[in-house]
């Protein structure tokens, strides 16, 4: 079960940190303020001290669902303005378990609902997206070996086998049968546009999970946080999931063609690599990919933890993202056809 933790473990971290002060913390000492939680997410909480955030992971290490080294090498990367600068990686031991932390700047801004997001937003955010893409590689691979990558390819088949090897041993019968018929469909998916994939050579930063909730809007400028799926990959990957005729609140919106494309033209005109239909085919394959992955996630934690579907507002979130998804990913998908049509 994730954790909560507690203002006074927060602080303990913060005091042990003096230093931390010069980078605009506050909090750290007896006669400093306490740290305020300002987010919960899947992963973590976020905590602010002054102009430092403190996101201590609300699980241990070994049941992360990504490695914090990278997250801290992806910010160390990231170009000055989109996203917060990293302070320090370190962990805490809490009951015998390694629960990691990281320090970085205040990101200003809230998140907005995908509904919320205008024209003018997203192509401000496509251009930034073609700055954080301006460097390239020759290959594929882990933020953390950025500087020793070789060319290579991405290999869709193996990006799709791992979603379907994590996930099937993991839901029970139900959730097996809302979620399995999306296999094969999403096989064959895989293979109508590998070629594509084949043909791609250079590779960027992404940030790799550019969905609503991860991007903080302050003045019109739109930046983006909790960067702990990035790597070296496709640029469209990160195109892919603001959204399209598969979406979910909180995370993907309900974009029409015409907006995806006005979204790839502002990409292209900002500098961003690749053609514009190969870009529009690759981002609409990492769309339906992550709604894959992220339709299952859903069914296993309805199913395992129902009293952690409903946050402290009330709303019960996920079953309502996965009934989106249910609804909108077959009809993506070749040779499906979403309940209804």
């Keep these: 079960m994730p954790r909560t933790w507690a203002v006074g473990e927060v602080a303990a971290i913060l005091d042990g940190h003096p230093e931390w002060a010069a980078e605009g913390g506050s909090c750290a000492g007896s006669a400093g303020p306490d740290p305020d939680r300002v987010g919960t997410g899947e992963s973590y909480e976020a905590w602010r001290c002054g102009d430092l955030l403190l996101r201590v992971a609300r699980r241990p290490v070994g049941e992360l669902p990504a490695d914090p080294t990278v997250e801290y090498a992806a910010l160390h990367l990231a170009p000055d303005g989109l ?56 290959g594929p691979g882990a933020v953390t070996a950025a500087y020793s990558l070789t060319p290579g390819r991405i290999d869709i088949a193996g990006e799709i086998e791992h979603v379907v090897a994590w996930w099937s041993p993991r839901l029970g019968p139900p959730e097996r049968e809302a979620w399995g018929p999306l296999v094969g469909p999403m096989r064959a998916y895989g293979q109508e546009v590998a070629p594509l994939f084949a043909d791609l050579d250079r590779f960027a930063l992404v940030h790799g999970d550019t969905v609503a909730t991860n991007i903080l809007v302050h003045a019109g400028v739109p930046r983006l946080i909790d960067w702990e799926w990035a790597r070296i990959g496709d640029p469209a990957r990160d195109l892919g999931f603001l959204g399209g005729a598969v979406h979910a609140d909180p995370w993907y919106a309900a974009l029409s063609p015409t907006q995806i494309d006005a979204v790839l033209r502002a990409y292209a005109e900002s500098g961003g690599l690749g053609d514009l239909a190969a870009l529009r085919a690759r981002r609409d394959f990492w769309l339906v990919l992550e709604a894959f992955a992220v339709l299952a996630y859903l069914l296993w934690t309805v199913a395992e933890t129902p009293q952690n579907a409903t946050p402290p507002t009330g709303h019960n979130w996920r079953p309502a993202a996965a009934r989106s998804l249910l609804r909108t990913l077959p009809s993506a998908l070749p040779g499906r056809r979403a309940p209804g049509d």
């Design 83 to 138: 996203a917060p600068r990293p302070i320090a990686l370190g962990e805490s031991v809490i009951g015998g378990m390694r629960y990691p932390w990281l320090a970085e700047s205040v990101v200003p801004g809230r998140v907005l609902a995908p509904a919320a997001w205008t024209d003018a937003l997203r192509a401000r955010l496509a251009a930034h997206l073609a700055r954080l893409h301006a460097r390239t590689w020759p």
